[in-house]
């Protein structure tokens, strides 16, 4: 049977697991709030630890934290953020909308761990959860702090080196296919030629421009919150508390975290994670139509497109031998998918709350990692088990051009629209190269001919 001990909070006793680290406060939560199984993120247990660290450093340096236990609230805070205890935070994140069940959750292990810590060297002080953990915060800018932490340095760490590597094949790829000459297409119908090195160059464009987006709306991450406590108001900090802190979490991620100069505009909206969670939409906009393009230049291989064979990584069916699909793209798009869905759930979390707090935090915690997270696997899956071993087909690229009615677009100067869309008709109608029939249509001398007609050139 499992073992309990009775563990107090301002409500009274509760019963709390023999071996958890939690208390009464993550307890209540548990009890309260068994709703999705969902935890909140990895990014963010992280980004907490970091920021108990750091208040406890600046703490002890104002002298309003006795040195022996705020090193062993360091100590402790250390651990949590690199994810020893991850098992120790199973509020769910379906909670209070401060995200009050979750910054407890970590006062308590950071408490009871740092006490631990102390026995093993030969002290007894008592840690308390509030008093000294969360000395001189508020749930309400703690949570909002670490959101911003958390997207910062998933956003640096994870998501832009995957597009950056994705990037950089797309224009290696481009180069090694530009000799590819093929039907361009818009509206699905066949349109002026390109080279599908141009295409590819093109879907590297636009990966680049959302890489610049986000590294633009992640800037915004960097202003952080602590120091305004429960209204903006400061109530409880010394001051000065934030500005140190701001420093304290810069020194230990290498990212220019700096105190907010607006308490008020972080703790009552979620403002950067709405603005920066429209570029993830529009990355995954991008990742979509990449991935829906591979999957259309890759159909057939006899009754489709087939300009390219995507590599083969699994069966495509439990019935038909020897078919294989674009599995890979498929999964892309359904993550985009469910990405477009995560943010505008976080767009519609940005209006919630009243006043001096958004009382959604969790929701928009969750949702903004859990895209982020997404779209970096995403990226790094498209890239190296679908792009990387893509190989043209030079041959069925050349077969479709050659009958494009849509290369008389060329002669229009010279024998006008009209006339053109005519040849183009008959072209089409009678199944012959556009040159063929504008040999026999207009009075142009067949080197000419060839010369405007010429797909490459026209590219």
Request: net charge neutral; hydrophobic share 45%.
């Amino acid at each position: 049977m499992a073992q309990f001990r009775i563990a107090k909070d301002s409500l009274g006793e509760v019963r709390v697991p023999q071996e958890a680290l939690y208390g009464a406060q993550t307890q209540r939560a548990v009890e309260n709030f068994p709703i999705s199984g969902l935890r909140m993120p990895r990014e963010i247990i992280r980004a907490l630890g970091i920021i108990k660290e750091a208040a406890a450093q600046v703490n002890a340096e104002l002298g309003n934290l006795d040195p022996a236990i705020a090193e062993a609230i360091r100590e402790a805070a250390r651990e949590v953020a690199a994810g020893r205890w991850d098992d120790q935070f199973p509020v769910d994140v379906f909670q209070t909308g401060s995200g009050t069940s979750t910054n407890m959750n970590a006062n308590e292990v950071i408490a009871n761990r740092a006490m631990q810590l102390l026995a093993a060297r030969g002290g007894s002080a008592h840690v308390h959860p509030n008093d000294h953990v969360n000395m001189g915060q508020s749930s309400n800018d703690v949570i909002p702090s670490a959101i911003h932490i958390a997207a910062s340095l998933a956003t640096a760490e994870r998501l832009v080196p995957a597009l950056e590597s994705l990037h950089a094949l797309l224009l290696e790829k481009a180069e090694a296919l530009d000799e590819v000459v093929k039907t361009g297409r818009t509206h699905l119908m066949d349109a002026l030629p390109i080279r599908m090195g141009q295409e590819f160059r093109g879907y590297a464009g636009q990966i680049e421009r959302r890489i610049a987006g986000l590294k633009q709306s992640a800037a915004g991450f960097q202003e952080i919150t602590l120091g305004g406590t429960a209204v903006g108001t400061g109530v409880n900090a010394p001051p000065g508390f934030g500005r140190r802190v701001a420093a304290a979490i810069a020194a230990l991620t290498g990212q220019p975290f700096r105190e907010t100069d607006n308490h008020f505009a972080l703790q009552a909206s979620q403002d950067a994670a709405v603005e920066f969670a429209g570029q993830l939409q529009a990355l995954a906009a991008a990742l979509a139509k990449l991935a829906n393009d591979l999957r259309w230049m890759n159909s057939g291989p006899l009754a489709g497109l087939g300009e390219i064979a995507l590599p083969a990584v699994q069966p495509g069916s439990s019935i038909m031998p020897g078919k294989v699909n674009p599995v890979i793209p498929e999964a892309v798009v359904m993550v985009c998918v469910q990405v477009i869905g995560y943010t505008t759930a976080i767009a519609a979390a940005g209006q919630g709350g009243n006043f001096e707090l958004n009382t959604m935090l969790p929701l928009i915690a969750y949702n903004l990692l859990e895209s982020i997270r997404l779209l970096a696997n995403a990226a790094r899956v498209l890239a190296e088990k679908a792009i990387r071993g893509l190989q043209p087909r030079p041959e069925r690229a050349r077969q479709a051009l050659e009958r494009n009615p849509i290369l008389v677009t060329a002669l229009n100067p010279l024998i006008g629209y009209d006339r053109a869309a005519e040849i183009a008709k008959r072209a089409y109608r009678e199944g012959r190269p556009v040159l063929e029939v504008a040999l026999e249509m207009t009075d142009l001398p067949e080197a000419e001919l060839r010369r405007l007609l010429d797909p490459r050139g026209m590219t």
